[in-house]
């Protein structure tokens, strides 16, 4: 009867039914929104400041801007970045519908998406250190390494994390399945979460 | 009648003995003890450097201390006593109590749980080795205002180790934040809604949202802040372009809600006890509830007056001081709620009672001179004088500190099964309020006077003497009482009375369950049907309050290396960090181990998880 009478109570409380591990997860990205809002408001309130020492004290805003040339590359990697969210979506749709085929394709292109993304970011920092700007010798240069910095470790903690689930997958065949598929929406959660706010680092720092 | 049916279930959980019993123990409880006990080390280092503090400041012109170390003594008293002492013993209260208050068998996840107490131990540990390694410890103050954090003024590592520190103590709190919200959303007893949830675990919950969405903001500051005096940057110093008052928003916007994450946990424990000693229900529970909400939302939305003396504007001025005063609405809610519990209630002046009633009267002082500071005219004639010190230490220690004190006395006969010494307890709370008034009373006068706070020393005649000896005299009394509670401590531990399940005929779950609890907390499953579950069973009939689910088994996960691990590879990660900068060959070598050691800690517990998949 007890047990009648605790099934009765959980259907009038929604916070018992929830998922524990996915709770835990949205209240860190809630933790992490703050995170990036207070990098972003840092290169907005700074990013115009140009340093009496720096040696590129010619260099303002716009000079250093069109280091980035029209943004091809920049739109190139955005673009496949946010192309990486689809490729998870459709590799949790996989283990969902226990297609393990299709779980470890997607799984895997969603890697070499967030690869193909750091190496992007590579090449674009090495671009910018080599036309001279640091990030010490000036502002714009500061800002704007430390938050792309910190968006990149994001990425690149996302792909070790998808990596570790696709070894375990291949590892464990069965691990993952319609029954039991949390551990890849969590990482799918959180890759989602550095997908969103590359939309807003790219819009604050490269659009506007 | 949880002893009644105590020998129907009982978990099998392998246990580990002596001290591999603590260091490997994902129990709630074990945990919050833990926590509890290394924080008030922290709270006697902490004292210790007041001492030190008041023993200079005693006479004018004294020499005890050089100005160095006066500003390393002051630094680490308030960054200690903030994130080392309040913030953790707030933490092990809540570790302790929310699970069995909400009726639940741990913590949401144990691991992760025990891990966010091993990285508060290390990170203190990274921020005291600087007094060995760094040259000098953190010396800019707890506030670390720009450019005073710049290597030019701080010429130590000491602010490098402060930051280090800083960041294990802050994943620590996301973390412990993290599970606190997710074990009341999640493992509230069937029928234990939130309008029926003990007004303690509501201001946990609140409080762990304001830390989740707090801390950010500090890690980001002090991130900045490394890069500066690390790598090169200029964030902070304004020679070249950058902001000092860029750090002050960041620090302050942490800094603000950060007063009430120390002190919302205080108003949980008293409006906990203050029922229980007078014989009635909490006057308004929906109101103290709630009230504590509207306090941390608007908590977000004052934190620049702390910075009335930078030059806003009138505009930013007029608003930060109008949300500063607004927050004294809910504030003063909450006291009259308190009062009217009061109200013909049947007082027992238990030493939980005393500190309760200690707390309101030390607590209604700060929140006046707290209004008055509010008053952006007035905080320009008094900022940075001892006034401002005056006003913090009566909501913090008067505030914060009492209560948590009356919180030991209530909740130590659940934790040890006996009963702390009643004459003791009055001895400790009377020596306490004197010797706290007499400490920081005088502060007001010396404030209005034109003292200036940090500095080392002052000249005679200035009006400052008698007050500035009448303040180190107080605070030995307070050293005392400390002394007067460990005994009492030492004492009850030993040949305290048997405590019993219910020693003070409270209303709350935790006291359903034998003192000290089970490793799996209860027995039975406890099914609520009232906010006073105990006392409505008893004085409005069985069945009231809560009725009893006996097919009920409890599951706790078994004893795990891996939280200690990978913390331990954290705080190696610190000290390879600092080494980064200065001396590459050794940071990166440093780094890379400590990357190894936390992969094997965390290895192992998703090897854990895969056989047991709690966190």
């Known amino acids: 009867m007890a047990q009648a009478v605790v099934r009765d109570i959980d259907k009038n409380d929604p916070g018992r039914g929830l998922d524990l591990r996915k709770l835990g997860m949205w209240t860190f990205l809630g933790s992490e929104v703050f995170f990036f809002g207070a990098l972003v408001v840092t290169h907005l309130s700074m990013r115009g400041v140009v340093a009496p020492s720096s040696s590129k004290a010619n260099l303002d805003v716009t000079g250093v801007r069109n280091l980035f040339g029209d943004n091809v590359l920049t739109s190139i990697l955005a673009f496949i970045l946010l192309t990486s969210s689809l490729t998870m979506v459709l590799a949790l749709d996989g283990v969902k519908t226990n297609n393990q085929k299709r779980f470890r394709f997607w799984l895997g292109a969603t890697i070499a998406c967030g690869v193909i993304f750091l190496g992007g970011q590579v090449y674009e920092f090495y671009h910018i250190v080599h036309e001279g700007v640091t990030i010490k010798n000036m502002m714009f240069g500061s800002t704007f390494f430390f938050v792309t910095g910190f968006h990149g470790t994001h990425v690149a903690v996302g792909v070790v994390w998808l990596v570790s689930l696709l070894v375990s997958a291949i590892r464990h065949p069965e691990r993952y399945n319609a029954g039991n598929y949390m551990a890849v929406e969590l990482g799918g959660l959180y890759w989602h979460f550095v997908d969103l706010v590359w939309v807003l680092i790219f819009t604050v720092i490269y659009l506007i | ?615």
């Open chain 2, 1 to 615: 009648m949880a002893t009644d049916v105590s020998t129907l279930h009982h978990a099998p959980a392998k246990q580990r003995r002596g001290w591999l019993e603590w260091i490997t123990t994902v129990d709630h409880k074990k945990i919050g003890i833990m926590y509890a006990v290394t924080a008030f080390l922290f709270f006697v280092i902490g004292g210790l450097e007041a001492l030190l503090i008041r023993l200079q400041l005693g006479t004018p012109q004294n020499a005890l201390l050089t100005p160095e170390a006066y500003n390393q003594v002051f630094t680490m008293h308030g960054t200690t006593m903030v994130f080392m002492a309040i913030m953790p013993i707030n933490a092990g209260f809540m570790n302790y109590f929310v699970p069995l208050m909400i009726g639940a068998g741990d913590m949401a996840y144990p691991r992760m749980n025990a891990m966010s107490y091993w990285l508060l131990l290390f990170g203190g540990i990274v921020m005291y080795s600087s007094f060995v390694f760094g040259g000098g410890a953190p010396d800019a103050g707890w506030f670390a205002y720009a450019p005073l954090t710049s290597t030019t003024y701080s010429v130590t590592r000491g602010m490098d180790y402060w930051v280090l520190g800083l960041q294990l103590l802050g994943v620590s709190s996301l973390a412990g934040s993290v599970n606190i919200i997710v074990t009341i959303i999640r493992l509230r007893a069937p029928g234990m809604r939130f309008n029926r949830m003990p007004l303690f675990v509501w201001m946990s919950f609140v409080t762990s949202f304001l830390l989740i969405f707090a801390l950010p903001s500090i890690t980001v500051g002090i991130t900045l802040l490394f890069f500066d005096r690390n790598f090169g940057t200029n964030f902070f110093l304004p020679a070249a372009g950058g902001d000092p008052l860029l750090w002050q928003h960041l620090f302050w916007f942490f800094g603000h809600p950060e007063v009430y994450i120390m002190i919302l946990p205080a108003f949980g424990v008293v409006s906990e006890m203050l029922p229980v000693f007078s014989r009635k229900p909490i006057f308004g529970y929906e109101f103290v509830a709630y009230s504590g909400v509207a306090i941390g939302v608007l908590g977000f939305t004052v934190w620049a007056h702390h910075m009335f003396a930078t030059n806003l504007g009138v505009i930013a001025d007029t608003f930060f001081a109008a949300a500063s005063m607004l927050i004294s609405v809910p504030t003063g809610v909450k006291i009259f709620n308190w009062l009217a519990t009061l109200w013909r209630g049947e007082l027992r002046f238990k030493t939980p009672m005393l500190f309760s009633l200690g707390f309101i009267a030390m607590f209604v002082i700060g929140g006046i001179s707290g209004v008055s500071l509010a008053a952006a005219p007035f905080d320009l004639q008094v900022t940075d004088s001892y006034f401002v010190v005056a006003h913090f230490h009566y909501v913090l220690f008067g505030g914060a500190v009492f209560a948590l004190f009356g919180a030991a006395y209530y909740w130590f006969p659940k934790i040890t099964g006996k009963m702390m010494s009643e004459r003791i307890g009055k001895w400790h709370f009377w020596i306490l309020l004197l010797g706290f008034n007499l400490t920081f009373f005088p502060q007001h006068m010396l404030g209005l006077q034109g003292m200036p706070r940090r500095v080392w020393t002052y000249q005679q005649n200035q009006g400052w003497d008698f007050y500035n000896l009448l303040s180190t005299i107080g605070s030995f009394c307070i050293a005392f009482a400390t002394l007067v509670f460990i005994v009492n401590f030492i004492i009850s531990l030993r040949k305290g009375a048997p405590a019993g399940n219910d020693p003070w005929d409270a209303a709350t779950l935790e006291w359903a369950t034998t003192s000290p609890p089970p490793a799996h907390n209860f027995d039975v499953e406890y099914i609520v049907h009232s906010r006073r579950p105990l006392w409505d069973n008893k004085y409005s009939g069985e069945g009231r309050g809560m009725t009893i689910n006996y097919d009920f088994h409890p599951h706790l996960p078994p004893p795990s290396y891996a939280p200690i691990i990978f913390s331990f590879g954290l705080f190696v990660l610190a000290y390879g960090m600092l080494n980064l900068a200065s001396a590459p060959l050794i940071g990166i070598p440093i780094i890379l181990v400590a990357l190894a050691i936390a992969f094997v800690g965390m290895n192992r517990w998703v090897g854990e998880i895969a056989q047991d998949p709690v966190l």
